[in-house]
Nanobody
Framework: QVQLVESGGGLVQAGGSLRPSCAAS????????MGWFRQAPGKEREFVAA????????YYADSVKGRFTISRDNAKNTVYLQMNSLKPEDTAVYFC????????????????????WGQGTQVTVSS
């Protein structure tokens, strides 16, 4: 069992930055790839970024590539999402999620592949 708790969302002006984090419980954090997803009002949940269990590789949605960086600290059981150059269209609830790592498969961009989810943190970008 893995429990995930996000924090670090908030309100920021366009062009600003935020760094949500996601703390995981349990001793098996390094067995999981970690992903960030987001869901805006009236829209489906969409993939944002994912990182392998070791932290060696990261993957991004085209909409955030070059602006967002996912990272993890396995000693702290924590994954981060550094968000720069934020745009109003980035406004959403951001969720972290854990997918059991299956080498040599890359982390999935499909929400259905992720077994554990946090409660979400709101990110609002004003224009």
């Amino acid at each position: 069992q893995v429990q995930l708790v996000e924090s670090g969302g908030g309100l920021v002006q366009a062009g600003g930055s935020l760094r949500p984090s996601c703390a995981a419980s349990g001793r098996t954090f390094t067995s999981y790839n970690m992903g960030w997803f987001r869901q805006a009002p009236g829209k489906e949940r969409e993939f944002v970024a994912a990182i392998t269990s070791s932290g060696g590789s990261a993957y991004y949605a085209d909409s955030v590539k070059g602006r967002f960086t996912i990272s993890r600290d396995n000693a702290k059981n924590t994954v981060y999402l550094q968000m720069n150059s934020l745009k109003p269209e980035d406004t959403a609830v951001y969720f972290c999620a854990a997918e059991r790592a299956t080498w040599p498969m890359s982390p999935s961009s499909r929400a259905a592949e992720y077994e554990y989810w946090g409660q979400g943190t709101q990110v609002t970008v004003s224009s």
